[in-house]
């Protein structure tokens, strides 16, 4: 009965994976009216990470940390922003 084993991912892995969805085409104009998780969802799926889209938990872990990373982008650039 060999099973799939559980899905392991490190905290470098979830960073790298918010990195790239926050590179990609999923926050552009296309995608404005999708919720953020059904955006993820489909970075996953069509990166070959169903395994991760399926799993809730860690599909929230990942959404968490883009939603940190998305936060602190924008405060950076709410600081470096050249006053009128």
Same mark, same amino acid.
């Given at each position: /009965?060999?099973? !799939? #084993? #559980?899905? /392991?991912? &490190?905290?470098?892995?979830?960073?790298?994976?918010?990195?790239? $969805?926050?590179?990609? =085409?999923?926050?552009?104009? !296309?995608?404005?009216?999708?919720? #953020?998780?059904? =955006?993820?969802? %489909? $970075?996953?799926?069509?990166?070959? +990470?169903?395994?991760?889209?399926?799993?809730?938990? +860690?599909?929230? &872990?990942?959404?968490? =940390? !883009? /939603?940190?990373?998305?936060?602190?982008?924008?405060?950076?650039? $709410?600081? %470096?922003? #050249?006053? +009128?």
């Amino acid at each position: /009965m060999g099973g !799939i #084993p #559980p899905l /392991m991912l &490190t905290d470098s892995d979830v960073d790298a994976l918010a990195c790239e $969805f926050l590179e990609s =085409r999923y926050l552009g104009p !296309i995608y404005a009216d999708w919720s #953020p998780d059904r =955006r993820l969802d %489909t $970075f996953l799926r069509r990166r070959g +990470l169903a395994r991760v889209a399926d799993d809730g938990d +860690l599909s929230n &872990t990942v959404l968490e =940390r !883009i /939603m940190g990373h998305a936060g602190r982008a924008s405060r950076l650039a $709410f600081r %470096t922003a #050249p006053s +009128l």
